[in-house]
């Protein structure tokens, strides 16, 4: 019996079929491999997942057609053929009736690690070659980052992902201040996979190496107990008025670096006038708004302000009401101290958020497919999709442009859950009971697919043969497959290029080329670039029979950051500039309130009151990738006794409530309820309550959640009208312990199906 290898978002990993279980043992390069790969065993054979094209009822008989039944209505099991004849006459309907750029491909979401099978990229090459789509832009990841740092700091993954290495840390920094901390849950995830966790490793060196890390965070988990950080529980939303003391207090006592911010920077007279102005941004200032107390703040403005500082700053603060500010005022703290482009210090968004930060490239291109022409240029703000279906037609700002929502009639989604990813989801429900029709293409019968018009069972990596690769990870995989299609599963590929055919476009999406075709074909430029460099270049076979290649990594040498600071005049920044903007006219030229031209403290609008007083942070899920596999053993293994998700409440706010360990609750607000269990724990600060996202959506007739999935409960608005990123972070709940039995969760069950 041999081990195959294969890949995840989660890990590189080997497996083998031991008496008819599939045993999954990470790889054995993997010094911190992570747990989530528990998950993977019961993708293959779970009920929750789509054994055969199936409709929705009501589509089926009474034809395409805003229907507020979906989500509740039962389905059909047809035939492959007959289906996809119905769907093919759909796409043609609607594009020749309200054109091509009524067909919604955005189609957002993690799908499964996989260059060629990747599903969104599948989708959206079959939706162009077929006459185009709107697309979606930027990511709920990252939405009003990505939209601001090109604004501020230049090219985004050169000065997030490639800026500051995990070698660089290990080695250099002497303190290191993350805000959001960098938790060990979140970078055990990267994008296409990786296949070594070394970020355990790196932060252990620098601790070891005698560097002080200080955490910034509503709760104490966010860095690993191994780097024994000081830990600052702040008020959630609040650290830009942090930032900004820090700032001012480094300013006032001359600590800043006036030469960096002359020659390498813009926009610090306006920046310093705000600090200075009234209210003066002084650590009583901020204290009062984040809860730290402001010798804490003064001390710890001394302390940054000697030695190697590196400010971090999570995802998370910028998913979130006004999420440009911290990362805005984190960039400008690193400008203010002069550590910008410094080894180990400066400023990184999103180190330690997914694995595949802080890594250095690798020196050749991993096999990618390229991108096909969309004919359609219209777009919205990935995040703003239930805003579209709801008001076609209404004008919208982003980023300097005023934009209108196009009129969405039919929505194509393969390898992503907006009812897992989206906020407010009985406001999504709403808005996809607009639509004429709703296409879904997975593997497991999700909260999505259960709001579909049309269900196609796709394969998992685990029943298809792809390769495994990231820019940023020196392991190329070949992932053969494991078991054949579950049921009638076929792959994506499959299935669009029958559909494909059937509009006419087979050649033109297939190139005549079979699955393994296309992985010859995408090998070739590794290849390639592997022999021009004088490396050794087996060829596709070789490379199969191998089952994994190791790939030359580039250098670390601090990338475009280091070499601006450098020479600030012949490397200049990606911004209008050239240099760091700590102040931007550009984004001051667009005039909006909620986004000025420099860093600012903004009050929220959703924050706690009388009836809602306590802080919901609804984060990345410890136990699996968003909502993927959630029924498998890790995932359903840390849930509560009844199958909910486990809330972290304070002992402080548990027993104002009555509510103890262990307890059933209701988190609820005018907008939705969910149940949980209840975990009470110092490790959160009192007035939050924390409530991972990803548990499925199981909702009761009124929309209540039985199985504990926070966004029944988080805030459906833009970051800001720069950005309009995905504010789902944080939202104002009060929570109860649960007034009745708890209900039986049955999330992961198949809706009601008939075969036609
Ligand atoms: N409140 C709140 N909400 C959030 C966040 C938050 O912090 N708070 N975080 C946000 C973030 S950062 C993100 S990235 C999103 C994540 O949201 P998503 O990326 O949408 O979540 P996933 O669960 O990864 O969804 C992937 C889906 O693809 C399916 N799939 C996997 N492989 C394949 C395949 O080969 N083919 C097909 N057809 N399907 C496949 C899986 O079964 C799954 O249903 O959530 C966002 N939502
Ligand atoms: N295990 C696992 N890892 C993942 C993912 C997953 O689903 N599962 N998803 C991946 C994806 S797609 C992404 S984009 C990244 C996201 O990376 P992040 O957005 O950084 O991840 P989160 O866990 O949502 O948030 C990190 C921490 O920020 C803290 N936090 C929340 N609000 C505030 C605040 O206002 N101030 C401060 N100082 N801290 C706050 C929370 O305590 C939280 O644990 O994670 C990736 N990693
Ligand atoms: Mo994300």
Redesign the pocket.
């Known amino acids: 019996m041999t081990d195959l290898t294969h890949s995840s978002h989660w890990g590189v990993f080997r497996a083998r079929w031991d008496d008819g279980d599939l045993q999954v043992r990470p790889h054995p390069g993997d010094p911190d491999p992570s747990p989530v790969l528990g998950n993977i065993p019961a993708a293959l054979t779970h009920p929750a997942r789509v054994a055969a094209p199936s409709v929705r009822r009501g589509w089926w008989e009474d034809g395409p057609g805003p229907d507020d039944r979906r989500g509740h209505d039962d389905y059909l099991e047809v035939g492959w053929d007959e289906l996809l004849d119905r769907l093919a006459a759909e796409l043609t309907r609607v594009r020749e009736t309200h054109g091509d750029a009524a067909v919604y491909g955005g189609s957002?979401?993690?799908?499964?690690a996989?260059r060629f099978?990747h599903?969104q990229g599948q989708l959206h090459r079959f939706l162009a070659v077929t006459g185009g789509y709107t697309r979606s832009v930027n990511?709920?990841?990252?939405g009003a980052a990505e939209v601001l740092i090109p604004h501020v700091l230049g090219g985004f993954d050169a000065v997030t992902r490639y800026a500051v290495s995990w070698d660089s840390v290990a080695a250099h920094t002497d303190t290191v201040l993350a805000f959001g901390g960098m938790a060990l849950k979140n970078s055990t995830v990267a994008a296409g996979g990786v296949s070594r966790h070394v970020e355990r490793g790196a932060m252990g060196a620098a601790k070891a190496r005698g560097a002080r890390f200080v955490l910034v965070s509503p709760l104490r988990p966010d860095l690993p107990d191994e780097v024994d950080a000081q830990w600052l529980p702040i008020e959630p939303g609040t650290d830009t008025a942090l930032m900004l003391a820090l700032m001012h207090t480094v300013v006032a006592a001359g600590g800043h670096d006036r030469e960096f911010l002359r020659t390498h920077c813009v926009g610090w007279p306006e920046l310093e006038r705000y600090l200075f102005a009234g209210p003066v941004k002084d650590a009583d200032w901020a204290a009062g708004i984040t809860g730290i107390d402001a010798a804490t703040i003064r001390e710890l403005a001394g302390r940054i302000g000697t030695g190697r500082t590196l400010v971090t700053v999570a995802?998370?603060l910028q998913?979130s009401e006004h999420g440009e500010q911290p990362v805005w005022a984190g960039a400008a703290l690193a400008a203010v101290l002069g550590q910008v482009g410094l080894p180990g210090g400066g400023f990184c968004y999103g180190l330690g958020s997914l694995g595949h930060y802080g890594r250095v490239r690798n020196a050749v291109p991993v096999p990618t497919m390229t991108r096909t022409p969309n004919p359609v240029g219209e777009f919205i703000p990935v995040a703003r999709v239930a805003d579209m279906l709801l008001h076609p037609g209404e004008a919208y700002e982003y980023n300097g442009e005023h934009r209108v929502y196009p009129h969405v009639r039919l929505a194509y989604w393969?390898?992503?859950?907006?009812f897992?990813?989206?906020?407010d989801l009985n406001r999504l429900r709403r808005a996809v009971a607009r639509l004429d029709t709703f296409v879904v293409?997975?593997?497991?019968w999700?909260a999505?697919a259960r709001h579909a018009d049309v269900v196609l069972p796709?394969?998992?990596?685990l029943e298809r043969e792809d390769i495994g690769a990231s820019g940023s990870d020196p392991l190329l995989v070949a992932m053969k497959p494991l078991s054949p299609p579950r049921g009638q599963a076929r792959d994506?590929y499959e299935i669009l290029s029958a559909l494909a055919g059937r509009l006419g476009h087979g050649d033109a999406f297939t190139h005549g080329r079979t699955t393994r075709e296309w992985l010859e074909h995408l090998y070739l430029r590794t290849q390639k670039a592997l022999a021009d460099r004088g490396h050794p270049a087996p060829d596709f076979d070789e490379f199969w029979e191998a089952g994994e290649l190791e790939l030359p990594s580039g250098p670390d040498d601090g990338g475009v950051l280091a070499k601006f600071r450098a020479d600030p005049v012949g490397h200049p920044l990606a911004t209008p500039s050239g240099k760091v903007e700590v102040g931007s006219s550009t984004i001051a030229g667009f005039g909006y309130d909620d986004c000025p031209g420099h860093p600012a403290w903004l009050e929220p609008i959703e924050r706690p009151d009388a009836r809602h007083p306590l802080w919901m942070v609804?984060?990345?899920p410890a136990t699996r990738?968003?909502?993927?596999l959630d029924f498998g053993a890790h995932s359903a293994g840390a849930k509560g006794a009844g199958g909910q998700e486990i809330v972290r409440v304070h002992p402080v706010d548990a027993a104002a409530r009555g509510i103890a360990d262990g307890d059933v609750v209701r988190l609820h607000n005018d907008r939705g309820a969910a149940l949980a269990q209840a975990r009470v724990t110092d490790e959160v600060r009192a007035g939050v309550v924390q409530l991972p996202?990803?548990a499925w959506w199981d909702p009761e007739p009124d929309g209540t959640c039985r199985h504990g999935n926070?966004?029944v409960l988080?805030r459906d608005a833009g970051t800001s009208r720069l950005s309009q990123g995905?504010s789902?972070?944080l939202s104002a709940v009060e929570l109860e312990r649960c007034p009745h039995t708890a209900p039986t969760v049955r999330a992961h069950e198949p809706p009601p199906l008939s075969p036609v």
């Open positions: 957002y979401g993690w799908a499964s996989g099978h599903a990511t709920y990841s990252g995802q998370s998913r393969l390898g992503g859950n907006p897992h990813h989206h906020q293409h997975d593997p497991v999700t999505t796709s394969t998992t990596t994506d609804a984060n990345q990738l968003h909502s993927q996202t990803g926070p966004n988080t995905c789902g972070q």
